[in-house]
């Protein structure tokens, strides 16, 4: 058994980014990977321009306005956002002017329209505007042409869109989605369609996974079930090898006589890197690589187990694979418990229950009912997995945690 520790170097190590990219239109890219840096030829903002409604000056006419001193100064001209003003303003002149509108020569200040009293064609300023400049957003003030506006791998998502539409950098290169094959095996599983028999288990797994991969940026190919049956999961274990980029199988990792996904990987020559974790639940994840460049996860069968496994070490994975740049770490955040917390001590443990944030602290709430790795039912709703490693039995009511949030 190795430690989860280990199992994440060893796994983020079996996985090299994509290579394979196609260009986009800006309505097909959310949730797509960036794979070329992104610069634009534009400035941002374009032109200068108002940030408010209310009055262009020159600041020179303006600075030194006060009650006992107001000035007057004469409207020669009103801008709406949207127009190239033609006017070049003289001193003693100001133009009405709009949020957004384009400043006209000779304007560098804009005054509020709170902060005037206005008089037909005039307008009287008895509170000189703070300094030269106020409320005006100056060609090239956020970025300029030439500066990288998004990076390599960054997901994109509705900011990165807007910034896409509004630099014109379209279409896009991005990766390719990653294919991801899914198998469940067990002779006890039936679709969740059919009537259940005795004895009988509905595959929840397809599911739970295709929505993992889904979310994650991925293609799921669903392998559908397959009953243990040495011969029919090792033709479906080969469609999966040959068709995705990963396999994430679901059953049959274990040590029963009917378990049989390691021994066929090995048959198929696949190079088997990992056959236990010390992690609960989650013992007797497998990952193996094939010379096609496969990775193949070879999930426990519960369908809590499948699920922290996905969580804490397919995704790290599936994000390496699909080009996203970083450490490709968990997202851990320090919470405390309202609860006391129990281990065995031997695995990292991961009870799950929800993350909140309280008064600016994060307060984790294990999930009510059993935390057992076939209890599914209560996992509903849990967005938190905290973590007790190896050697640590009790948590107490009030102490900090580590969470790994969902
Ligand atoms: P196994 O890892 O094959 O020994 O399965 C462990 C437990 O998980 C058994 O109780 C199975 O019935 C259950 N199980 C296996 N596959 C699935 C699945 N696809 N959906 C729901 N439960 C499953
Ligand atoms: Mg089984």
């Known amino acids: 058994?190795?430690?989860?520790?280990?199992?994440?170097?060893?796994?983020?190590?079996?996985?090299?980014?994509?290579?394979?990219?196609?260009?986009?239109?800006?309505?097909?890219?959310?949730?797509?990977?960036?794979?070329?840096?992104?610069?634009?030829?534009?400035?941002?903002?374009?032109?200068?321009?108002?940030?408010?409604?209310?009055?262009?000056?020159?600041?020179?006419?303006?600075?030194?306005?006060?009650?006992?001193?107001?000035?007057?100064?004469?409207?020669?001209?009103?801008?709406?956002?949207?127009?190239?003003?033609?006017?070049?303003?003289?001193?003693?002149?100001?133009?009405?002017?709009?949020?957004g509108a384009v400043l006209p020569d000779g304007v560098d200040t804009i005054i509020i329209q709170e902060n005037v009293q206005r008089q037909k064609d005039k307008i009287v300023v008895s509170q000189s505007p703070k300094y030269c400049g106020e409320f005006v957003r100056k060609k090239g003030d956020f970025y300029r042409s030439g500066d990288t506006l998004l990076s390599l791998g960054t997901k994109i998502n509705e900011p990165e869109i807007a910034i896409l539409a509004t630099a014109q950098c379209f279409p896009v290169t991005v990766y390719r989605r990653p294919r991801v094959a899914i198998l469940s095996t067990g002779n006890e599983l039936i679709t969740p369609t059919e009537k259940l028999q005795p004895g009988q288990i509905i595959d929840s797994n397809q599911y739970a996974l295709k929505s993992f991969i889904l979310k994650n940026g991925g293609i799921p190919i669903s392998l559908g079930i397959v009953g243990d049956d040495r011969d029919l999961i090792k033709k479906k274990i080969i469609e999966g090898i040959n068709n995705a980029d990963f396999v994430l199988s679901t059953g049959g990792v274990s040590v029963g006589d009917y378990d049989y996904v390691d021994k066929i990987l090995a048959e198929l020559g696949g190079k088997i890197k990992i056959n236990s974790v010390a992690i609960k639940p989650g013992k007797p994840l497998t990952v193996a690589k094939f010379d096609n460049g496969c990775v193949y996860f070879g999930l426990p069968g519960n369908p809590v187990s499948a699920l922290v496994c996905c969580w804490r070490f397919v995704k790290l994975a599936l994000d390496k694979l699909s080009g996203i740049e970083g450490d490709h770490k968990p997202k851990l955040i320090t919470a405390k418990s309202d609860h006391d917390l129990s281990s065995g001590g031997q695995r990292e443990t991961y009870v799950w229950g929800q993350l909140k944030l309280v008064d600016g602290e994060h307060i984790f709430t294990l999930a009510k009912g059993h935390q057992n790795s076939a209890n599914l039912i209560n996992l509903g709703l849990a967005n938190?997995?905290?973590?007790?490693?190896?050697?640590?039995?009790?948590?107490?009511?009030?102490?900090?945690?580590?969470?790994?949030?969902?």
Do not use: H
């Not at 980014?17 to 986009?24: D, I, K, M, P, Q």
């Not at 938190?384 to 102490?399: A, C, D, M, N, R």
């Open 1 to 99: 058994m190795i430690s989860v520790q280990e199992a994440q170097t060893i796994i983020l190590n079996l996985v090299d980014s994509l290579r394979e990219t196609e260009n986009l239109e800006l309505d097909a890219l959310t949730g797509r990977i960036l794979a070329k840096s992104i610069t634009s030829s534009l400035d941002f903002p374009y032109w200068n321009n108002s940030a408010m409604d209310g009055y262009g000056v020159r600041f020179e006419d303006v600075n030194q306005g006060n009650t006992d001193q107001p000035i007057t100064l004469k409207i020669v001209d009103e801008v709406p956002a949207g127009v190239q003003p033609k006017i070049s303003l003289k001193s003693g002149e100001t133009c009405r002017i709009f949020t």
């Open 384 to 406: 938190g997995l905290s973590i007790l490693p190896v050697g640590v039995t009790k948590v107490k009511q009030g102490e900090k945690i580590q969470v790994l949030a969902l």
